[in-house]
């Protein structure tokens, strides 16, 4: 499936780490996916009042908020939350239901791609969105 083209999908990535944004970015280019990137879950709000996307990937703990809490304005669009603080069986906060699949830091970019591909080879489920 890599390198298959994905050029309909357009994908928003969260993170305060540039580094990590840098990585998940040609990551997502590189398999053909559009991608807008924001450093904080203020500017992924705004991206959100302007664009549609079909996935969006976002770090668990920034400086001002969580990436939960983006939730749950987000139409649902397929949410990836990356994180090296929350483990996979945590159900302490309800919001953790509304994400679609997480992944813990370090995420090798070969997982994320299949997580990436799956999510977006699913049909449709979502009341917005670019339906792309």
């Avoid at 976002?58 to 939960?68: A, H, K, V």
């Amino acid at each position: 499936m890599a390198g298959e083209p994905m050029n309909a999908h357009r994908a928003l990535v969260v993170d305060d780490d540039m580094v990590a944004l840098l990585v998940i970015r040609h990551m997502l280019e590189s398999e053909g996916i559009e991608v807008t990137q924001a450093a904080n879950v203020g500017a992924a709000r705004a991206q959100l009042a302007a664009t549609d996307f079909d996935l969006i990937i976002i770090d668990y703990l920034m400086p001002d908020e969580t990436g939960l809490d983006l939730l749950p304005p987000v139409g649902g669009t397929p949410l990836i939350l990356l994180s090296g603080v929350i483990e996979h069986d945590d159900t302490s906060d309800p919001r953790l239901d509304e994400v679609t699949a997480r992944l813990t830091k370090p995420v090798s970019t070969d997982e994320l791609r299949s997580v990436v591909h799956a999510l977006l080879a699913r049909p449709a489920e979502r009341g917005s969105g670019s339906g792309r």
